[in-house]
T-cell receptor, first 114, second 116 residues
Framework: AQSVTQLGSHVSVSEGALVLLRCNYSSSVPPYLFWYVQYPNQGLQLLLK??????LVKGINGFEAEFKKSETSFHLTKPSAHMSDAAEYFCAVSVGTGFQKLVFGTGTRLLVSP | NAGVTQTPKFQVLKTGQSMTLQCAQD?????MYWYRQDPGMGLRLIYY???????DKGEVPNGYNVSRLNKREFSLRLESAAPSQTSVYFCASSETRLAGGQDTQYFGPGTRLTVL
């Protein structure tokens, strides 16, 4: 069964520091992978996704993620954190035959300090 | 273009009461979903509708029913609410061009439900 593991329920960084949020997946077939962001008291919105092609995917707000099949990873990075990046981040993988559905990780809350 | 809208935003129920959560999308999407979000558990799929006229169970369907009223609207009903159903509920929609795997899901703002 496909699943997603996000290491670290909370990650704290200083403003201007590198952001690294980890995501590992298990899938028996080439996966479709997603990162969503949730700001306080809001719904989720897509940051970026990997479907096929280039393994380095660029998203909104300066975030990017690299699909590494050998490591079954899809870690999210941003070179320089901004206060506005404080949010909860969810990694997700598409699963299933026929109609595919998303399975979400448990989320990582990013805290950014001045 | 409002995207995905949900009503109500907040609701408090007593154990055993029933209620329906409403969801509508104006993006002409084929597929719609209901999730619940609980602390430390991420989002879990309750029910989904791959296309108008179809509904299917997700990971945690017990205690819920759904209706795909038309292409725009997808409602979630709690027939007899229980404290374990205290959660934040999100509706989402996607275009679903192929099998749905690649499609972005668009989320509503959520409904915060408390069952006493």
């Amino acid at each position: 069964a496909q699943s997603v593991t996000q290491l670290g329920s909370h990650v704290s960084v200083s403003e201007g520091a590198l952001v690294l949020l980890r995501c590992n997946y298990s899938s028996s077939v080439p996966p479709y992978l997603f990162w969503y962001v949730q700001y306080p008291n809001q719904g989720l919105q897509l940051l970026l996704k990997y479907t096929t092609g280039a393994t380095l995917v660029k998203g909104i707000n300066g975030f990017e993620a690299e699909f590494k099949k050998s490591e079954t990873s899809f870690h999210l990075t941003k070179p320089s954190a901004h206060m506005s990046d404080a949010a909860e981040y969810f990694c997700a993988v598409s699963v299933g035959t026929g109609f595919q559905k998303l399975v979400f990780g448990t989320g990582t809350r990013l805290l950014v300090s001045p | 273009n409002a995207g995905v809208t949900q009503t109500p935003k907040f609701q408090v129920l007593k154990t055993g009461q029933s209620m329906t959560l409403q969801c509508a999308q104006d993006m002409n999407h084929n597929s719609m979903y209901w999730y619940r979000q609980d602390p430390g558990m991420g989002l879990r799929l309750i029910y989904y509708s791959a296309s108008e006229g179809t509904t299917d169970k997700g990971e945690v369907p017990n205690g819920y029913n759904v209706s795909r009223l038309n292409k725009r609207e997808f409602s979630l009903r709690l027939e007899s609410a229980a404290p374990s159903q205290t959660s934040v509920y999100f509706c989402a929609s996607s275009e679903t061009r192929l099998a749905g795997g690649q499609d972005t899901q668009y989320f509503g703002p959520g409904t915060r439900l408390t069952v006493l």
